[in-house]
């Protein structure tokens, strides 16, 4: 059985080693090597790219989409979805999810990787349904974590109930790098046993055993596994695509891929990583493994990220403080899977934590919302004590949070009419709100005249997918 591949380097590569941060300009010169390289699909959008594109890049996400789409006829183009999160930091209105799943297959988007940072299925449907309507492939992703609820009949549970809900695959999102091979093999003989669904693992090599967990994975039957070219693989990133083309070659398990097409890529890819390095936006220790993290749990992206918030403030000697003040919080919290959006959430209270010296006398407005069940159901109870601190007596909802949000799509295509030019801008404006806005305003070079205050962020950029 040929294991298929999903090149990374393009979404998450970059996200993880450097915050997100590669151009449209660099991206596409890699594009049409990798498109003739025989892939599965290539993972190019999501995440936490459209929110860096416009908010630190001064890039169109949906051009970007576009233009990748037209240097890649051959090969799918796949895209990560926060469910009812879609790319940013709060729920959004079913509309706003249906119009953006219909914009993202319009622009180029075949396959379409929906999670929930919670696992709290309740959060899919909207994109499930969404992207089945619009001809698109739904893969669906469970946020792998360990904890004394995470078993595997867990998963097994979650990948019937996804089964059920019309998935065309699932995904393991292993998104901290903390399955082991042993679990690996389990997990995938399990969930192979209990369901037809084709299986996708997707892994980080944060912790430097992630080649051992695919290979157990493949031995078990995984059908599908994620790997970066090699120039942005390991460290927080994912395992390297050219390192299994030959650790699979001649075997039953054959990649099939074209490594002449995948070394011209990597020259290619070497010189922009080179580039990065030097003028510091890839942070060399974001390339260094670190097996302390299977006990810390945290995602590459969010140690990017992580590092990028203490060097700012001086404070890189905290580092390790944070970092162990993240699985407290994380308990703390009903153990949720550290995944954006929540993987910031915890992230910037352990910061607070270490910083103030008294944990949870500064607590953000979305662990706040969190904690008031606006996310949706943790996945274990949260410690009673940092509840009543937090929240007191305040009421905690129990049902879909997205049944409380009325349609925003049209009136906000009424609120900025003459100013945003398509639906595409409408639903960066409905995401990313200012941000959204200050871009635009400098692409058309005029600002818009609504009738009311658009909605204000507070989270910053999620580098933890």
């Known amino acids: 059985m ?3 591949i999903v090149e990374t380097s393009m979404r998450d590569g970059h996200q993880s080693l450097m915050a997100t941060r590669m151009t449209t300009k660099d991206i596409l010169s890699i594009i049409p090597e990798l498109d003739q390289a025989g892939f599965h699909a290539l993972e190019v959008w999501g995440g936490a790219t459209f929110d860096a594109c416009l908010r630190f890049l001064d890039e169109d996400p949906w051009e970007r989409l576009r233009e990748i789409k037209k240097l890649a006829p051959n090969t799918k183009l796949q895209m990560l ?11 959004y209105p079913d509309d706003i999810v249906d119009k953006f799943v219909q914009k993202s297959i319009e622009n180029g988007i075949d396959i379409i990787r929906i999670f929930d940072a919670l696992n709290d299925v309740r959060n899919l449907k909207s994109a499930v349904d969404a992207t089945k309507k619009y001809g698109g492939h739904c893969q669906i992703a469970l946020s792998y974590t360990t904890s004394p609820v995470h078993t595997i009949d867990y998963y097994v549970k979650l990948a019937q109930e996804v089964e059920a809900m019309g998935a065309d695959s699932l995904c393991i999102k292993d998104m901290a790098g903390i399955l082991l091979p042993t679990d690996a093999y389990n997990l995938i003989k399990a969930l192979k046993q209990n369901t037809k669904l084709p299986i996708n693992l997707h892994g980080h090599a944060t912790a430097g055993i992630m080649e051992a967990t695919y290979m ?8 599908i ?8 693989s390991g460290g927080t990133s994912q395992v390297a695509t050219e390192s299994f083309y030959h650790i699979l070659k001649a075997t039953p398990y054959d990649t099939h891929l074209d490594i002449n097409l995948l070394k011209k890529a990597a020259e290619k890819l070497t010189v922009i990583k080179d580039a990065y390095l030097k003028n510091g936006i890839l942070n060399p220790k974001a390339l260094t493994s670190n097996p302390n993290i299977l006990e810390y749990q945290v995602p590459g992206g969010m140690l990017s990220n992580l590092m990028s918030q203490l060097k700012e ?6 580092y390790e403080k944070v970092l162990k003040e993240v699985p407290i919080v994380r308990k703390d919290l009903g153990y949720p899977p550290l995944v954006t959006p929540i993987s910031q959430m915890v992230g910037t209270q352990a910061v607070m934590n270490v910083m103030t010296r008294d944990p949870y006398k500064i607590v953000s407005k979305e662990v706040r919302e969190y904690l008031h069940g606006l996310y949706g159901k943790a996945p274990a109870k949260v410690n009673a004590l940092v509840l009543a601190k937090i929240i007191g007596d305040d009421e905690i909802i129990t049902h879909r949070p997205a049944d409380d949000l009325p349609p925003e799509f049209e009136d906000l295509k009424k609120k900025y009419e003459g100013f945003a030019k398509s639906d595409e801008d409408i639903l960066s404006i409905a995401l990313f709100g200012k941000v959204a806005i200050s871009f635009l305003e400098k692409k058309y070079q005029e600002k818009p005249k609504p009738k009311q205050e658009v909605y204000a ?7 933890g997918d």
């Open 2 to 4: 040929s294991v298929k």
């Open 81 to 91: 979805f926060r469910g009812q999160n879609i790319l940013g930091y709060r729920h």
């Open 216 to 223: 157990k994975a493949i031995e078990a039957g995984v059908d």
């Open 225 to 232: 596994i994620d790997t970066a070219l090699s120039p942005l």
């Open 313 to 318: 403030q001086n404070q890189m000697d905290d």
């Open 457 to 463: 962020f507070s989270v910053t950029v999620g580098d």
